[in-house]
């Protein structure tokens, strides 16, 4: 069920307090997960595509890519039964331990098999964190802040994004990926003492809700899709633009995989801080329409301010679904089903980045990157239908 919103001035209603004690050390581990999964999101596919000798697809680095999201999905699904019987604390600990740890193999090989094998490992253990932290986080905020609590929580994992990433790019070009990969497991490790002070279980209201039941709930399926189709863009981004422009360019990935990111957390604010306020519902078509037009102009890679406008574009757009649909996701189930919410708003994000990561290296392959692009564009207006439906269903006929 929506949650409506209360008649009363602003001003007259006092606003619980939204960063808390829990929150705060919540936010430790979220930065330990994020910073470490980003530092090497864009670097190990680049790593794996060095071997291909310069092929246009990129197959290596898509593989690469892919099994990283499909381990990542497979244990986000896994997750809430895990949480479950084990509690959060357990979970997030794990997860962290096979985020930072496996990195280290690459330092013994470069075989593709290995890459694939650290990818799987980091995946389940991104998927660990994610979940479990996600469902433990929007119960730590009050649900009349929850856009803008969760907004708070984007810009804490959005930070390592627009730094980690770029960064990482940039270290592996000028002091090796070796510096890369062991950054990659310190700062994912590091974070693990800090879970030990966060709630195990928590108190929750409503009756539970399964992974089944939550995709054959319209109210949730309409959202999740169209978040899955925007993250389609992610996945190729962070894996494909360091080979889509130039060889000589590479200060402009750098450049471009800060805009995007920074350009998310941005939109993430100023959606919370509407949806608060007039509901997230009316942002979701927005949200996907600018990822769509920003794909589509990233197809402009011999000009380098087009690649920069062009994934500003999309990383604002992406940003605004991104809070948009997870508010919307858990304003429409109560307390207990958090943990579901949660795990299919990720998988909805790391499917459509696999998908994206994969499906466009084998069309690149036959098209080149530019033309690549616009079509990944055009074909994500695809998602126009549930999110159009959506809206109307809100709304009411009519209007």
Sequence with gaps: MTETLDST???LVPRPPL?????MLRFVSILGASTGFRLLLSVVPAYAAADDGGGGGGGSAGLATGALMLATVLGELATPALVNRYGYRAVLAVGLGLLGAPTLALLLSRSLWCIIAVCLLRGAGFAFTVVAGGALTASLIPAERRGEGLAVVGIVSGAPAILAMPLGVWLAAHVGYGVVFVAGTVVALAAIPSVAALPDRLRASGQPIGIVAGLRSAEL????????????????????????????????????LFVQPA?????????????????PA??????????????????????????????GVFGFGFGIAQNATSNLLYARVPTAGYGT?????NVAYDVGMGVGAVGYGWVAAGTGYPWAFALTGVAMLGALVPALTDRRAVNGPGR
Aim: glycine share 10%; hydrophobic share 55%; aromatic share 4%.
């Design 341 to 345: 919410v949660s795990a299919l708003w």
């Design 282 to 311: 009316g942002l979701v078509l927005p949200g996907l329409l600018l990822s769509a037009g920003g794909t589509v102009l990233m197809a402009l890679t011999g000009s380098p301010v087009a690649v920069v406008l062009a994934v």
């Design 221 to 256: 399926r309409r959202p999740t899709v169209v978040f899955a189709v925007t993250a389609v863009a992610a996945g190729i981004v962070v894996t494909f633009l360091p080979l889509a422009v130039p060889s000589s360019a590479t200060e402009l990935v750098a450049v471009a």
């Design 19 to 23: 960063v808390t004690r829990p929150l």
């Design 9 to 11: 001035p602003p001003a």
């Design 263 to 279: 350009a998310s957390t941005l939109a993430r604010w100023l959606a919370g801080r509407h949806g608060d306020r007039h509901g």
